[in-house]
């Protein structure tokens, strides 16, 4: 991690913890739990600080997403995702960088806990990047639909994300 990039998450992580802290007086979150071939739309709330190219970006606002279990007999079952809009002020957003590439789709993986991978261009480890090659992974938690994304320029983080989501209609 660059020096900026660890004054940046260091510098968010107030301001982050007191985001993701629950609203006591909203209703318990629902959990995720994905059906082969039946899409489900959630509608998250972000921020994003972009650290890329020295310059820290922040920006907040909707980030809308579909997945799809494409397979739930393979270990780790698999499906898609793909990208079903951003807030146009939320220019940080992993749906702004990834419109294209995820615009159709995007590999996601189901961890053992329950909780959704989703990666772009396709899941692989930061140590097998090239330099310039980009990596996104981003992880949803099955029980709080808690968002947190990191995405990769080489070994370097581009950008942080993170969030809270709710199912869509």
């Known amino acids: ?42 509608e998250c709330q972000t921020k994003s600080v972009v650290v890329a190219e020295n310059a820290a970006n922040a920006t907040n606002g909707q980030l809308k997403l579909t997945l799809v279990l494409k397979d739930d007999t393979a270990k780790p079952a698999t499906g898609s995702w793909r990208i079903a809009g951003v807030g146009p002020e939320h220019t940080g957003s992993l749906g702004g960088r990834e419109a294209k590439t995820c615009a159709e789709s995007c590999p996601l993986r189901v961890a053992v806990d329950g909780n959704i991978e989703l990666w772009s261009p396709a899941p692989k480890g930061v140590d097998q990047l090239a330099a310039g090659e980009k990596l996104l992974l981003a992880v949803i938690k099955a029980d709080t639909l808690a968002l947190r994304a990191t995405t990769f320029s080489g070994k370097e983080i581009e950008s942080l994300e993170e969030g809270t989501c709710g199912i869509g209609s």
Request: hydrophobic share 65%; net charge positive.
């Open 1 to 42: 991690m660059t020096k900026l990039a660890a004054i940046v998450a260091s510098l968010m992580a107030p301001a982050l913890a007191l985001a993701a802290e629950p609203d006591k007086s909203a209703a318990p979150p629902v959990a995720l739990k994905l059906m082969v071939a039946k899409p489900v739309a959630l």
